[in-house]
């Protein structure tokens, strides 16, 4: 595949890294420097495009991808208030568009697992829940796009929780989720049931980028053969 980076940095770099070993070509790395390229994505063959920026950003590189007829993968979290903007406009052009909260395969089943223990716990109202994440101090959005994928499955499971807040909250109905930014730390996810007799506890720690960088990949290659709005379940056959 000839694929376009829109974003260059530590996760762009790993998934090029990744991309090559797989025998894919990149045509073109998008950063700060040269983002007027954006506007001349036609002068490139590309079959797909991967979009790994930023919250302010991601929205406008994902609709310029769209408009363009490519395919996109977007990793790029702190947006989701235009997500269905984005679907909208993506079903008009007839395109394909995979967003994930994470591309790690790891985390992916990692929600999997997570959806069916809070399905378990609904049952358990003794259990307080809450959630955890702890990320590099780079990271631009908080809570984490997985810890908020995470908090919307306990919540669609819980009748006692109405929503997820990113503070401390005496408010029996909030699910809190607590963020930490501490380096090098490239992602730690922790969903904890605890009552006043035991705690049961499950984590998704993330020694390195290859996970995601791995899975943008290959769900970049799905999208390049398939037309559609697409998670990481559709890729991964979840």
Same mark, same amino acid.
């Given at each position: 595949?000839?694929?376009?980076?829109?974003?260059?940095?530590?996760?762009?770099?790993?998934?090029?890294?990744?991309?090559?070993?797989?025998?894919?070509?990149?045509?073109?790395?998008?950063?700060?420097?040269?983002?007027?390229?954006?506007?001349?994505? +036609?002068?490139?063959?590309?079959?797909?495009?991967?979009?790994?920026? =930023?919250?302010?950003?991601?929205?406008?590189?994902?609709?310029?991808?769209?408009?363009?007829?490519?395919?996109?993968?977007?990793?790029?979290?702190?947006?989701?208030?235009?997500?269905?903007?984005?679907?909208?406009?993506?079903?008009?052009?007839?395109?394909?568009?995979?967003?994930?909260?994470?591309?790690?395969?790891?985390?992916?089943?990692?929600?999997?697992?997570?959806?069916?223990?809070?399905?378990?716990?609904?049952?358990?109202?003794?259990?307080?829940?809450?959630?955890?994440?702890?990320?590099?101090?780079?990271?631009?959005?908080?809570?984490? =796009?997985?810890?908020?994928?995470?908090?919307?499955?306990?919540?669609?499971?819980?009748?006692?929780?109405?929503?997820?807040?990113?503070?401390?909250?005496?408010?029996?109905?909030?699910?809190?989720?607590?963020?930490?930014?501490? +380096?090098?730390?490239?992602?730690?996810?922790?969903?904890?049931?605890?009552?006043?007799?035991?705690?049961?506890?499950?984590?998704?720690?993330?020694?390195?980028?290859?996970?995601?960088?791995?899975?943008?990949?290959?769900?970049?290659?799905?999208?390049?053969?398939?037309?559609?709005?697409?998670?990481?379940?559709?890729?991964? =056959?979840?």
């Amino acid at each position: 595949m000839k694929i376009a980076l829109l974003g260059y940095g530590r996760m762009g770099k790993a998934i090029e890294q990744i991309a090559l070993q797989h025998g894919h070509h990149i045509v073109l790395k998008i950063n700060s420097a040269n983002v007027d390229q954006l506007d001349h994505l +036609d002068n490139y063959t590309i079959d797909v495009a991967i979009e790994f920026t =930023g919250p302010h950003s991601a929205f406008e590189n994902v609709m310029k991808c769209l408009s363009m007829g490519l395919p996109v993968v977007c990793g790029s979290t702190g947006w989701l208030e235009k997500y269905d903007e984005v679907k909208t406009f993506c079903e008009v052009k007839h395109g394909t568009l995979i967003y994930a909260s994470n591309f790690s395969i790891g985390v992916n089943l990692f929600f999997e697992i997570n959806k069916t223990l809070a399905a378990l716990m609904s049952k358990h109202p003794s259990y307080e829940v809450h959630l955890n994440e702890i990320h590099h101090t780079q990271k631009k959005d908080a809570p984490s =796009g997985t810890a908020i994928t995470l908090a919307e499955q306990v919540l669609e499971a819980l009748p006692n929780k109405t929503k997820w807040v990113n503070e401390p909250s005496s408010d029996a109905s909030d699910l809190v989720i607590t963020s930490e930014r501490i +380096d090098p730390a490239p992602g730690t996810h922790t969903t904890t049931y605890a009552s006043a007799i035991d705690t049961i506890e499950i984590t998704h720690t993330a020694h390195n980028r290859k996970g995601f960088a791995g899975g943008a990949v290959l769900a970049a290659e799905f999208a390049a053969t398939h037309k559609g709005i697409f998670s990481m379940k559709e890729v991964l =056959g979840l």
